[in-house]
Nanobody, 127 residues
Framework: QVQLVESGGGLVQAGDSLRLSCAAS????????MGWFRQAPGKEREFIAW????????YYADVVKGRFTISRDNAKTTLYLQMNSLKPEDTAVYYC????????????????????WGQGTQVTVSS
């Protein structure tokens, strides 16, 4: 079994920065793509960014492009999301996800691409 655990959320003011981390534990697994999503109350889970675990290639939703950066550490064990210039509309629960099944029939921007999810970390941005 694979467990993903997010950390780094919190309450910040508009314009501040936060860095979220996603650590994996459990059995050793190969991951093709990892992504970050978020879900605000009453809304559907929204794609934020994905990274190809091997190549390091990244892709962002327009709503966060230029403000957020997805990355992994050199040991390829931890996923990060650096969030700068935060806005109140960024308030949500943030989830990391892993595609270990190589579900390439689904694009990495949709939830069904991913077979493992973390429990989420709350990010609240006050105005």
């Amino acid at each position: 079994q694979v467990q993903l655990v997010e950390s780094g959320g919190g309450l910040v003011q508009a314009g501040d920065s936060l860095r979220l981390s996603c650590a994996a534990s459990g059995r050793t697994f190969r991951r093709n793509v990892m992504g970050w999503f978020r879900q605000a109350p009453g809304k559907e889970r929204e794609f934020i960014a994905w990274i190809n675990w091997n190549s390091g290639n990244t892709y962002y939703a327009d709503v966060v492009k230029g403000r957020f950066t997805i990355s992994r550490d050199n040991a390829k064990t931890t996923l990060y999301l650096q969030m700068n210039s935060l806005k109140p509309e960024d308030t949500a629960v943030y989830y990391c996800a892993a595609d270990t099944a190589y579900s390439t029939s689904n694009p990495p921007t949709i939830t069904s691409r991913y077979d493992y999810w973390g429990q989420g970390t709350q990010v609240t941005v006050s105005s």
